[in-house]
Structure formats: C-alpha cells, structure tokens
C-alpha cells in the first residue's frame, strides 16, 4: 500500500480539515445556490468572480488554492469575464514564485507556492499554456525577466523528468487526478507535448523535438481505439483522450477513434463525464484515497465540459452534453465538481463534492460561448 510521500506542509493539515468539514457540511445541509441566480452562463460567470480574489481559488467550498492546471482550463472561458490583466497577473504571481523555488509548484496561495499532497507533472506545461494563450489573445507575451524564468524552468524539467528518447519519467507520478499515483500517465506526457509544441509560441527553445515526441508517445500508448493509462497498465485512459481532444494533439482520424472509444463505453451518460471505466489498481491508490473510494469514478463536470469541447473542436454535435451539464447547473444553481450517475452530488465522510468549481465553470463557458446553436437554458 502507498504511504506516499506527502508533502506535509501547513497548507496540507489545513485543507485536511476544511475539506472535512465542508464535506459533512454538505452531508448534513446539501449544496447551497450560488448568490447570483439566474442561467447556467450567469451563474458560472458569477462562480469565476466570486472565487476571483489575491489567487483564483480553484473552488467555493474547500478547493481555496490556485492549482496552475485548473487556472489554465478555465482561462479560455474566464477571459471574458475576469478579463486579461488579472489572468496575466495570475500567471505571473505563478511564475514568480515557481522561479523562486526553481520548479512549478502543486499549488499556489498568495504569498508562496507549495505542494499538496505532491508535485505534479502536468505543472509546468500548464503554466507555459496559459502564457501561450494570453500572447495568442492578446498579442503579449512574457516579459523578458519571466521569459528567462520559463526557460530555466524548462531547462530543468527537460533535463531531469524527460527521459532521454523517451518519454516522461516513471518516476513522476503525480498529475491531475491528484490522489492516485499513476507512473508516466498518458495524461502528463500529453500536456508535456503540449508544452513541447507551445513553447515557441512564448519565444522558449525545447531541446525535445515535438514531432519526435509525439511519434514516441502513438507508439508506446496509442492502441487503435483508445490510449493506455499509464507507463504499467493496459487499462484504458479516460481523461488521456478527453485532453488528447481538447488540445488536438493528434489528427482527425486518431482523435475521432478515441472518441468513438469513450462514447462506446457511454462515459459521458448520463453525465459527462467519468474519468474511469473502473477501479483504479490498487498499487496506484493511497490509503488516505480509499476513505473516499467513489470520488474518481463519478462523473466530473469539468472533464465533461473539456470532452465536449474536444468534441467541438472534431466537428462533433455536442448539444446533448451541453444539455445535461445545464441542466445540472439549473438543477443545483452552482457548478459542481462531480455528481453521482443520479446525478446527486458525490458525498463521503472525508471529502465531498466542492461547489463553485472554477475549471468546470470556464470549460463549461468556453463550450456555450462558443460558435454554434444554442441551446435551451444557456
């Protein structure tokens, strides 16, 4: 059984107990409405706002760090609403810090960044996408001093978690889903070829060739119709695809195949979206992950709304989704991070679902926003 390591910070006991005392909150009271009221767009707009202080909390209940990939899959939908200068002071209160320390950290509060529970791999490429989307969006970039930052910063990440010829190193375990461990997941060497193909965009020099790298990745995880999880399973990846398609990180034929995958396993019913088709082995989950065993097999809103926008982006009708994620916002009057297939919120004794989930709700917007029809209730 895992034990670790933790990075046992202050920040960590901290979040320990708020989250449990949010979770029996909404245990014994449900989710409260969002103040603001009104459509599922007015509603997630008001959820960026209100989590909209010295950092962009990554959520309402007990979420109360920024996370660098939870900013950034909010960026595109939180332009408009939060605006560009405080998104560009976000990401450089990010860069600052992580130049300080010397790597990007897990977590970021106002004063310091830190690890919760540990480093992530997928830190790093986030951060080098939000300053590739601010350049494409507004034309500027970084400045000169957090231009060489980022080039430090990756300099180091290149040097020591990228395998030389390969991929992204067993040894980094940790991503998105936070609390399972998974060696080289497919997920993290995705946002590391995003990373790899970005960075120009920002004036940064990768020794990694992209195409290389993405030739590595088909071989070693592509199976024909979906990708395998991490670097020691042949267990189908969910949110692999689901991030494959929301970058485009592959042509139309390899994208639309596992597309076609994770609608065939019908993961985003009723809810998009699951991002398991099943228990994780137990190898890669912690003891402290087993006293909430459900919570990454439920349906998270934020991954449903990036699988629809990959969808989007495939030319792929996504009105069904879009439908059912608003109607679990009308439903409940806040966005939720996950739901059960009954679409209750997922509720255990040591963490419960977070409301005011900033990620969901600019995903959600970037979807709605979006060139397209309409639909009821947006």
Request: with cysteine; proline share 6%.
């Amino acid at each position: 059984m895992i034990l670790g390591p933790y990075d046992l910070t202050p920040e960590l006991f901290y979040t320990l107990v708020v989250q449990t005392l949010d979770s029996w909150r909404v245990i014994v009271y449900g989710v409260e409405r969002a103040p603001e009221g009104g459509t599922p767009a007015e509603i997630a707009k008001g959820v960026l706002r209100r989590n909209a202080g010295p950092v962009l909390r990554a959520g309402h209940g007990h979420f109360w760090p920024m996370w660098p990939s939870d900013f950034a899959k909010a960026l595109a939908g939180a332009w408009g609403t939060l605006g560009e200068e405080y998104l560009r002071g976000q990401t450089a209160l990010m860069t600052r810090h992580s130049a300080r320390l010397g790597r990007v950290t897990s977590c970021f509060r106002e004063g310091r960044g830190f690890d919760m529970p540990w480093w992530r791999g997928d830190n790093l490429p986030w951060l080098i996408y939000c300053w590739a989307e601010i350049k494409a969006r507004s034309g500027r970039g970084p400045d000169a001093e957090q231009t060489a930052a980022l080039a430090g910063l990756l300099a180091d990440y290149e040097g020591r978690w990228l395998e030389p010829g390969g991929l992204l190193s067993r040894r980094v375990t940790g991503d998105w889903v936070d609390t399972i461990r998974r060696p080289s997941s497919t997920y993290n060497n995705l946002c590391v070829l995003m990373m790899l193909r970005r960075a120009p965009e920002i004036g940064l020099e990768p020794k990694t060739d992209a195409d290389a790298f993405s030739k590595r990745l088909l071989e070693d995880r592509w199976r024909g119709d979906h990708f395998r999880d991490h670097a020691d399973t042949e267990a189908m990846s969910v949110d692999g695809a689901v991030v494959a398609l929301y970058l485009g990180s592959f042509g139309p034929d390899i994208l639309g195949k596992a597309a076609d995958r994770l609608a065939a396993e019908k993961l985003d019913e009723p809810w998009p979206m699951r991002c398991s088709t099943g228990e994780y082995d137990p190898s890669t989950v912690p003891w402290v992950t087993r006293l909430a065993p459900g919570y990454h097999r439920a349906h998270w809103l934020h991954l449903g709304s990036m699988w629809l926008n990959g969808l989007r982006k495939l030319g792929r009708d996504t009105n069904k989704g879009r439908a059912a994620v608003s109607a679990l916002i009308e439903r409940y009057g806040h966005v939720l991070e996950a739901v059960n297939a009954d679409g209750t919120p997922y509720e255990s004794f040591f963490i419960s679902c977070e409301r005011g989930l900033s990620m969901a709700a600019g995903q959600y917007l970037e979807l709605i926003e979006a060139k397209g029809p309409a639909i009821s209730g947006t």
